[in-house]
């Protein structure tokens, strides 16, 4: 089983950065953030799996995946916050592939997720 925590959400500017963070206990292969606005379709962040990244082309340039495995930490740098950024940002996990882990950035396919963290961005 795998649980997943995530931190770091917060209200900030427009062009600001923000660090969110993903407590990640148990073992898994793919990890990666994805986001719910209000009213709208969960969409994929950012997946990495065995340190290889994959983005989104709605953050690509602008956010960064990774994660430390000594402190079983995954984390999403988000820079030039856009207010189009502003979701619930939520951790997921699994033992996939990396097929099937790419796969998942746009089906939102794995099993474990947190319950996520609020980011919003304001002009």
């Known amino acids: 089983q795998v649980q997943l925590v995530e931190s770091g959400g917060d209200s900030v500017q427009v062009g600001g950065s923000l660090r969110l963070s993903c407590a990640v206990s148990g073992s898994t292969r793919c990890m990666g953030w994805f986001r719910q606005a209000p009213g709208k379709e969960r969409e994929g962040v950012a997946v990495i799996h065995r340190g290889v990244p994959v983005y989104g082309d709605s953050v690509k340039g602008r956010f960064t995946i990774s994660q430390d495995n000594d402190k079983n930490t995954l984390y999403l740098h988000l820079k030039s916050l856009k207010p189009e950024d502003t979701a619930r940002y939520f951790c997921?996990?699994?033992?996939?592939?990396?097929?099937?882990?790419?796969?998942?950035?746009?089906?939102?396919?794995?099993?474990?997720w947190g319950q996520g963290t609020q980011v919003t961005v304001s002009s």
């Open positions: 997921a996990a699994d033992a996939t592939d990396y097929a099937d882990c790419y796969a998942a950035l746009v089906r939102g396919r794995l099993n474990f």
